[in-house]
Protein backbone atom coordinates (compact mmCIF):
# COMPACT_ATOMS: atom_id res chain seq x y z
CA UNK A 1 0.00 0.00 0.00
CA UNK A 2 1.00 3.55 -0.62
CA UNK A 3 2.11 5.55 2.56
CA UNK A 4 1.76 8.96 2.23
CA UNK A 5 2.87 10.81 5.65
CA UNK A 6 2.46 14.73 6.54
CA UNK A 7 4.93 15.24 10.01
CA UNK A 8 2.22 16.95 12.25
CA UNK A 9 -2.03 16.54 12.60
CA UNK A 10 -2.22 19.33 14.11
CA UNK A 11 -0.07 22.58 14.15
CA UNK A 12 -0.78 25.88 16.15
CA UNK A 13 1.00 29.05 14.88
CA UNK A 14 1.34 32.54 15.94
CA UNK A 15 0.81 35.40 12.78
CA UNK A 16 3.96 36.29 10.97
CA UNK A 17 5.79 32.96 11.76
CA UNK A 18 7.47 30.87 9.14
CA UNK A 19 5.60 27.62 9.10
CA UNK A 20 6.77 23.88 7.67
CA UNK A 21 4.36 21.35 6.97
CA UNK A 22 6.66 18.02 5.45
CA UNK A 23 5.53 15.55 3.72
CA UNK A 24 6.50 12.14 2.84
CA UNK A 25 5.84 8.77 0.16
CA UNK A 26 7.17 5.93 -0.07
CA UNK A 27 6.43 4.65 -3.34
CA UNK A 28 8.56 6.08 -5.52
CA UNK A 29 6.21 8.61 -7.39
CA UNK A 30 7.10 11.06 -9.35
CA UNK A 31 4.29 13.52 -8.87
CA UNK A 32 3.34 15.53 -5.17
CA UNK A 33 0.96 17.95 -4.27
CA UNK A 34 -0.14 20.21 -1.87
CA UNK A 35 -3.51 21.42 -0.78
CA UNK A 36 -5.53 23.04 1.19
CA UNK A 37 -9.06 22.24 2.21
CA UNK A 38 -12.07 24.91 3.69
CA UNK A 39 -15.58 23.74 4.24
CA UNK A 40 -17.75 24.12 1.36
CA UNK A 41 -14.69 24.38 -1.16
CA UNK A 42 -13.44 21.61 -2.77
CA UNK A 43 -9.76 20.50 -2.73
CA UNK A 44 -7.39 24.05 -3.74
CA UNK A 45 -4.34 23.28 -5.76
CA UNK A 46 -1.66 25.31 -4.00
CA UNK A 47 2.02 23.96 -5.71
CA UNK A 48 2.72 20.77 -7.48
CA UNK A 49 6.19 19.15 -8.35
CA UNK A 50 6.59 16.25 -10.89
CA UNK A 51 9.85 15.44 -10.13
CA UNK A 52 13.00 16.85 -7.90
CA UNK A 53 13.73 20.23 -7.62
CA UNK A 54 10.62 20.66 -9.87
CA UNK A 55 7.93 22.31 -9.07
CA UNK A 56 4.49 24.44 -10.43
CA UNK A 57 2.09 26.72 -8.90
CA UNK A 58 -1.34 25.64 -8.56
CA UNK A 59 -4.71 27.91 -8.09
CA UNK A 60 -3.81 29.63 -5.20
CA UNK A 61 -0.13 29.99 -4.40
CA UNK A 62 -0.13 33.68 -3.11
CA UNK A 63 1.68 33.68 0.54
CA UNK A 64 2.96 29.55 -0.06
CA UNK A 65 6.48 28.15 -1.57
CA UNK A 66 7.76 24.55 -1.64
CA UNK A 67 10.72 22.33 -1.84
CA UNK A 68 11.38 19.33 -3.34
CA UNK A 69 15.47 18.11 -3.22
CA UNK A 70 14.69 14.32 -2.62
CA UNK A 71 11.82 12.42 -4.82
CA UNK A 72 9.91 11.00 -1.37
CA UNK A 73 9.88 14.57 0.47
CA UNK A 74 7.79 17.38 -0.51
CA UNK A 75 7.44 20.46 1.51
CA UNK A 76 4.71 23.14 2.01
CA UNK A 77 6.29 26.84 3.11
CA UNK A 78 3.93 28.96 5.05
CA UNK A 79 6.32 32.20 4.19
CA UNK A 80 4.73 34.78 6.83
CA UNK A 81 1.78 32.89 8.35
CA UNK A 82 -2.22 34.72 8.20
CA UNK A 83 -4.80 33.92 9.80
CA UNK A 84 -6.59 33.56 6.72
CA UNK A 85 -4.20 30.17 6.11
CA UNK A 86 -5.93 28.69 8.99
CA UNK A 87 -6.91 25.17 7.12
CA UNK A 88 -6.61 21.93 6.45
CA UNK A 89 -3.34 20.85 4.56
CA UNK A 90 -3.28 17.79 2.65
CA UNK A 91 -0.27 16.23 0.52
CA UNK A 92 -0.98 13.65 -2.15
CA UNK A 93 1.61 12.03 -4.52
CA UNK A 94 0.83 10.01 -7.44
CA UNK A 95 2.57 7.19 -10.05
CA UNK A 96 2.62 7.99 -13.98
CA UNK A 97 0.21 6.67 -16.12
CA UNK A 98 -3.64 8.77 -16.62
CA UNK A 99 -5.98 6.22 -14.23
CA UNK A 100 -3.47 6.31 -11.56
CA UNK A 101 -5.57 7.74 -8.36
CA UNK A 102 -3.41 10.41 -6.23
CA UNK A 103 -2.70 9.20 -2.83
CA UNK A 104 -3.48 11.26 0.17
CA UNK A 105 -2.04 11.77 3.90
CA UNK A 106 -3.82 12.23 7.11
CA UNK A 107 -3.76 15.91 6.95
CA UNK A 108 -2.53 18.60 9.15
CA UNK A 109 -5.08 20.74 10.77
CA UNK A 110 -2.96 24.24 10.81
CA UNK A 111 -4.38 26.93 13.00
CA UNK A 112 -2.68 30.38 12.63
CA UNK A 113 -3.36 32.52 16.17
CA UNK B 1 -13.53 28.39 -16.09
CA UNK B 2 -13.86 25.20 -14.58
CA UNK B 3 -16.65 23.67 -12.72
CA UNK B 4 -18.03 20.54 -10.96
CA UNK B 5 -21.15 20.44 -9.39
CA UNK B 6 -22.02 17.50 -6.42
CA UNK B 7 -25.33 18.31 -3.91
CA UNK B 8 -24.01 19.26 -0.86
CA UNK B 9 -25.87 16.70 1.42
CA UNK B 10 -27.55 13.67 0.81
CA UNK B 11 -29.45 11.89 3.62
CA UNK B 12 -30.36 7.83 3.05
CA UNK B 13 -31.13 4.91 5.11
CA UNK B 14 -29.25 1.71 5.98
CA UNK B 15 -29.84 -1.10 3.37
CA UNK B 16 -31.05 1.36 0.57
CA UNK B 17 -29.17 2.75 -2.93
CA UNK B 18 -28.16 5.81 -2.92
CA UNK B 19 -26.72 7.95 -6.13
CA UNK B 20 -24.81 10.98 -5.94
CA UNK B 21 -24.28 12.71 -9.10
CA UNK B 22 -21.75 15.30 -10.16
CA UNK B 23 -21.56 17.16 -12.99
CA UNK B 24 -18.74 18.93 -15.04
CA UNK B 25 -17.98 21.73 -17.56
CA UNK B 26 -14.16 21.55 -18.20
CA UNK B 27 -12.49 22.79 -20.81
CA UNK B 28 -10.63 19.19 -21.01
CA UNK B 29 -11.65 15.78 -19.93
CA UNK B 30 -9.41 12.61 -19.17
CA UNK B 31 -10.88 10.78 -16.13
CA UNK B 32 -13.23 11.21 -13.30
CA UNK B 33 -12.36 10.36 -10.04
CA UNK B 34 -14.38 9.44 -6.96
CA UNK B 35 -12.79 9.79 -3.56
CA UNK B 36 -14.60 8.66 -0.04
CA UNK B 37 -13.39 11.37 3.08
CA UNK B 38 -14.73 9.92 6.51
CA UNK B 39 -14.84 13.18 8.30
CA UNK B 40 -10.97 14.20 10.10
CA UNK B 41 -9.14 11.95 7.61
CA UNK B 42 -7.65 11.80 4.49
CA UNK B 43 -9.62 11.38 0.71
CA UNK B 44 -9.28 7.41 -0.07
CA UNK B 45 -9.37 6.66 -4.02
CA UNK B 46 -12.83 5.16 -5.08
CA UNK B 47 -13.15 4.68 -8.93
CA UNK B 48 -11.88 5.74 -12.18
CA UNK B 49 -13.71 6.53 -15.31
CA UNK B 50 -12.61 7.38 -18.48
CA UNK B 51 -14.85 5.75 -20.92
CA UNK B 52 -18.54 5.93 -21.02
CA UNK B 53 -20.06 3.78 -18.90
CA UNK B 54 -20.55 1.74 -15.46
CA UNK B 55 -17.41 0.79 -13.51
CA UNK B 56 -18.70 -1.51 -10.97
CA UNK B 57 -16.80 -2.56 -7.73
CA UNK B 58 -18.48 -4.69 -4.91
CA UNK B 59 -21.49 -2.31 -3.56
CA UNK B 60 -20.05 0.89 -5.36
CA UNK B 61 -20.16 1.65 -9.07
CA UNK B 62 -19.41 4.64 -10.98
CA UNK B 63 -20.90 5.45 -14.14
CA UNK B 64 -19.73 8.42 -16.76
CA UNK B 65 -21.41 10.18 -19.70
CA UNK B 66 -18.95 12.14 -21.40
CA UNK B 67 -20.95 13.62 -24.10
CA UNK B 68 -23.53 15.05 -20.83
CA UNK B 69 -20.45 16.13 -18.65
CA UNK B 70 -22.17 14.08 -15.74
CA UNK B 71 -21.06 11.01 -13.67
CA UNK B 72 -22.54 9.21 -10.91
CA UNK B 73 -21.92 7.26 -7.55
CA UNK B 74 -23.89 4.44 -6.81
CA UNK B 75 -23.97 3.02 -3.48
CA UNK B 76 -25.88 -0.29 -2.51
CA UNK B 77 -27.15 -2.21 0.92
CA UNK B 78 -25.92 0.61 2.69
CA UNK B 79 -23.61 0.54 5.75
CA UNK B 80 -23.64 3.09 8.33
CA UNK B 81 -20.09 3.06 7.42
CA UNK B 82 -20.75 4.84 4.85
CA UNK B 83 -21.46 7.94 5.89
CA UNK B 84 -18.78 10.36 4.49
CA UNK B 85 -18.38 12.89 2.39
CA UNK B 86 -17.91 11.75 -1.62
CA UNK B 87 -15.74 14.00 -3.98
CA UNK B 88 -15.44 13.68 -7.48
CA UNK B 89 -12.78 15.00 -9.77
CA UNK B 90 -11.83 15.76 -13.31
CA UNK B 91 -8.63 15.08 -14.69
CA UNK B 92 -8.05 17.46 -17.61
CA UNK B 93 -5.84 17.01 -20.31
CA UNK B 94 -2.32 16.58 -20.80
CA UNK B 95 -1.42 17.77 -17.12
CA UNK B 96 -1.13 16.29 -13.66
CA UNK B 97 -3.79 18.41 -11.85
CA UNK B 98 -7.38 17.12 -10.54
CA UNK B 99 -10.33 19.68 -10.38
CA UNK B 100 -12.21 19.09 -7.80
CA UNK B 101 -16.34 19.36 -6.47
CA UNK B 102 -17.19 20.79 -3.00
CA UNK B 103 -17.85 16.65 -1.78
CA UNK B 104 -21.29 15.67 -0.77
CA UNK B 105 -21.83 14.60 2.66
CA UNK B 106 -23.93 11.26 2.92
CA UNK B 107 -25.26 10.62 6.40
CA UNK B 108 -26.51 7.40 6.65
CA UNK B 109 -29.90 6.93 9.45
CA UNK B 110 -30.54 3.52 10.96
Known amino acids: DVKVTQSSRYLVKRTGEKVFLECVQD?????MFWYRQDPGLGLRLIYF???????EKGDIPEGYSVSREKKERFSLILESASTNQTSMYLC????????????FGDGTRLSIL | GQNIDQPTEMTATEGAIVQINCTYQ??????LFWYQQHAGEAPTFLSY??LDGLEEKGRFSSFLSRSKGYSYLLLKELQMKDSASYLC???????????WGAGTKLIIKP
Open chain 1, 92 to 103: ASRGTGGNQPQH
Open chain 1, 27 to 31: MDHEN
Open chain 1, 49 to 55: SYDVKMK
Open chain 2, 26 to 31: TSGFNG
Open chain 2, 49 to 50: NV
Open chain 2, 89 to 99: AVRMDSNYQLI
